[in-house]
């Protein structure tokens, strides 16, 4: 089971990206989260196994959209209207054991993405 994501970089505030992250496995519940600096690591964003449920963090929500394209086993993030408080390490997570919730909490996620950096200048 492996978790690849990518699609990070350097914005300025206003701008925008798109992470990507392709998995190896099956359907499961995901969930992108971000680390900042000296920061527990945080929920940003989950999707349903089906993909028709999503739930966002609020410092995110009507900035970020989560998605997943099964036919090539991809989960993305598209990030909007980026702030430098955005700034950090965002990972890509699996749940194998839930099989409808969305959880935020990471201890909940059994699989990990190496992490991208995204950075939000002012």
């Known amino acids: 089971v492996q978790l690849q994501a990518s699609g990070g970089g350097s914005v300025q505030a206003g701008g925008s990206l798109r992470l990507s992250c392709v998995a190896t496995?099956?359907?499961?519940?995901m969930g992108w989260f971000r680390q900042a600096p000296g920061k527990e690591r945080e929920f940003v964003a989950g999707?349903?196994?089906?993909?028709?449920?999503?739930v966002y963090a609020d410092s995110v929500k009507g900035r970020y959209t989560i998605s997943r394209d099964f036919a090539k086993n991809t989960m993305y993030l598209q990030m909007n209207s980026l702030k430098p408080e955005d700034t950090a390490v965002y990972y890509c997570?699996?749940?194998?054991?839930?099989?409808?919730?969305?959880?935020?909490?990471?201890?909940?996620?059994?699989?990990w993405g190496q992490g991208t950096q995204v950075t939000v200048s002012s």
């Open positions: 999707i349903s196994r089906s993909g028709g449920s999503t």
């Open positions: 496995f099956g359907t499961y519940v």
């Open positions: 997570a699996a749940d194998p054991k839930s099989i409808v919730r969305i959880t935020a909490s990471p201890t909940s996620y059994d699989y």
